[in-house]
């Protein structure tokens, strides 16, 4: 069941390297918080209370609902779903994800650590350096933040790689960050949009 | 206690939000400075005392604290002036305010911190409110500066996050507090926090302004009012050093110190070198402090590389440049309104216009640049003299090559500002003479630093480096 959810996480990392539409990007960052939803409820078996509904919050609430509704009536907002453009052929993009998802693979499978689990950890650093990889190759702000919020989810996996719990605390403080921090940037990118500029191209007046 | 400390914050930060009244506004954050004095000198007086719980600050946490403390304090003050020059509306100083005050909180919380996870949580939310600072003035280029510094800013905030994960991977089931994970260290795997450090060392590089994340807080200090580039060069600064040290302070205790030394003494060579080409290239004031802030942090790297010896003179470097630093930033602040320019090619012949902020900036120039009597002096022979006695002598012909161009970058560009009448130049604003009082007695102190021994800054240090390998 893990393996399957584990799997489908990669699948939308792939999908993520060759979406052409903005709706698209939405919708699979959508999903991946879906399928982290069902991995961390599957995972953590003997669960309190507190750390479900924090899960819950994290996961359903946040980036199902919350996040991608956002970022929709910002695309609506801003004249309805549009291509991005693709500074990459999509081809490219293709056989890099799928070789991060490979190296990544064989990293997890290699380091033989008993603190970490090969799944997660796959999936995990695959997130990492396809979210990476997507700001590098992409020259939208909007594309950027959506490899941002691959890179987070990457994180989220991460944590469940390891297992190691945090304090109620701390788990709350950085879920207020992690959400604050996407809907500021939301925020920005309904300004840059003000000034026409959602090519980074266009952003480089400050400079020496 | 310190609970109240943040209980208090958000009920002032949701009051300056809703204040749709200058007065109170400004002194609803006046209130908020002097609640954070009363936290400096609580920590302080609690020092010795074991203290349960996530939030306690040690004797470094202690030091950034007042240093925190001090340069809020001026900040204010110069906003103040800020505003009133600029017209600005009262909605604006609302913003300004309340985002000012979450911003110098997330910065208390990051030296409180004694959980890793909690001491990540308030560095991302200086990122955030800081974003809100840098966009104060809604114009294109700030636009430009707080998109490009909140996004790069959380990338590297979450890489550090990563960071912390492999920490947790190798620690085992070790709670996340820098105590147990201290006690902790001389078991963890090698690889995996030789990874995580080199994942702290680049996502939080973006606060401490040096390589590899370092343009965007160029970029920051640039576009956002000169009382939050003072913040920037000072405060924030501390709080990426420290949040750097929190790793070096666990992993010091394990086999892998002479490789973080090395990766730190890299680092702060290279922040140093490329300070040196941008500052030769910068036609504007502001970038002109900012690649100096850069310098500096290129520096106390390089000095902290050194072991013992140097993580006195790292410390103390930095706390003496914040102060420095901020002076500088506040006069340039003047001069930024008389010309309403920072383009050094739109301004000139300043001792005419202002004889006081013209003697505060030869006395910054002085100070920052380690002319004697500067503290900065003092430090940098200390670093020179520890990097000659372990025989680095490499080392320290770099650092003096590459300061060299430092030197000359600045004395040239505030003699030009000073001395030299430019016909471009158009003086739009006045000042008045007493607004170079705050900043001169900032450098001021600086310069006194250098002579008198500064034994309430140095005993502080001496007890937070007590906790590293001897």
């Known amino acids: ?208 | 206690m310190t609970e109240i400390y943040f209980i208090i914050s958000i009920i002032l930060i949701v009051t300056l939000f809703i204040a749709r009244v200058t007065v109170i506004s400004h002194a609803l954050v006046f209130i908020y400075i002097g609640l954070l004095g009363w936290l400096c000198v609580k920590e302080w007086l609690l020092l010795d005392q074991p203290v349960e719980g996530l939030l306690h600050a040690d004797a470094l946490g202690v030091l950034f604290l007042f240093v925190t403390l001090i340069i809020t304090f001026f900040s204010t003050i110069h906003y103040i002036i800020y505003a009133q020059k600029r017209n600005q509306g009262v909605r604006a100083i609302a913003i300004h305010n309340g985002s000012f005050v979450i911003f110098v909180t997330a910065i208390s919380g990051v030296f409180l911190s004694t959980h890793i996870g909690l001491l990540w949580a308030f560095l991302e939310a200086s990122t955030l409110s800081g974003a809100a600072l840098i966009y104060h003035d809604r114009d294109r280029l700030a636009l430009e500066a707080t998109w490009k510094y909140l996004f790069v800013s959380s990338i590297g905030v979450t890489l550090g996050f990563a960071g912390i994960m492999f920490l947790s991977i190798a620690a085992h089931n070790t709670p996340n507090d820098i105590g147990s994970l201290i006690a902790a260290a001389p078991l963890m795997n090698i690889g995996w926090i030789k990874t995580s450090f080199i994942f702290v060392l680049t996502g939080f590089s973006v606060k401490m302004g040096v390589v590899p994340l370092f343009t965007i807080d160029i970029d920051a200090k640039d576009s956002s009012p000169s009382p939050i580039g003072a913040m920037f060069s000072g405060p924030l600064m501390s709080v990426g050093f420290m949040a750097i040290y929190r790793f070096y302070q666990i992993y010091s205790h394990t086999s892998i110190l002479p490789w973080m030394n090395n990766l730190l003494l890299f680092t702060g060579v290279l922040s140093l070198f490329l300070a040196a080409v941008f500052i030769l290239k910068t036609n504007n004031y502001k970038r002109m402090l900012a690649y100096s802030s850069m310098e500096h942090a290129g520096l106390i790297l390089v000095a902290f590389s050194t072991g013992v010896t140097g993580y006195l003179v790292a410390i103390l470097h930095l706390t003496i440049h914040a102060f420095a630093k901020a002076g500088l930033f506040f006069e340039i602040g003047q001069v930024h309104r008389v010309f309403s320019s920072k383009i050094m090619e739109q301004c000139g012949g300043y001792f005419k216009i202002s004889p006081i902020g013209s003697i505060t900036l030869l006395a910054g120039l002085l100070a920052i640049v380690a002319f004697p009597p500067s503290g900065l002096f003092m430090t940098e022979f200390m670093l020179f003299k520890s990097l000659m006695i372990s025989g680095e002598w490499w080392i320290v012909f770099i650092v003096m090559f590459l300061l060299c161009f430092f030197v000359y970058a600045m004395v040239r560009n505030f003699f030009t500002l000073i001395f030299i009448d430019n016909p471009n130049a158009k003086i739009i604003a006045k000042v008045n003479p007493l607004e170079s009082v705050p900043p001169l007695f900032l450098i001021g102190t600086v310069l006194v630093v250098g002579v008198m021994r500064p034994e309430f800054i140095i005993d502080l240090i001496n007890r937070a480096i007590l906790v590293l390998p001897h």
């Open chain 1, 1 to 208: 069941m893990i393996s399957l959810l584990v799997i489908a996480f990669g699948v939308t990392l792939i999908y993520l390297a060759v979406a052409e539409r903005m709706k698209t990007y939405n919708s699979l960052i959508a999903v991946q918080g879906l399928l982290l939803f069902f991995i961390t409820y599957v995972e953590l078996e003997s669960l309190d209370v507190w750390h479900l509904i924090l899960i819950l919050m994290e996961t359903l609430v946040i980036k199902v609902i919350v996040l991608p509704y956002f970022i929709h009536r910002l695309l609506i907002k801003k004249g309805g779903d549009r291509s991005v453009a693709l500074v990459v052929p999509g081809y490219i993009s293709l056989t890099v994800v799928s070789a991060i998802i490979f190296f990544s693979f064989l990293l997890s499978y290699l380091l033989h650590d008993q603190q970490i689990q090969v799944k997660y950890f796959t999936g995990a650093i695959a997130a990492i350096f396809t979210g990476l990889y997507l700001i590098i190759v992409h020259k939208q702000v909007f594309t950027h933040m959506m490899g941002y919020l691959t890179i987070e989810n990457g994180i989220f996996l991460l944590s469940l790689a390891i297992g190691n719990e945090m304090p109620l605390l701390v788990n709350l403080a950085v879920l207020l960050d992690v959400f604050s921090s996407v809907l500021i940037l939301g925020i920005f990118i309904d300004r840059l949009e003000a000034f026409s500029t959602l090519d980074v191209d266009q952003l480089e007046e400050l400079k020496d």
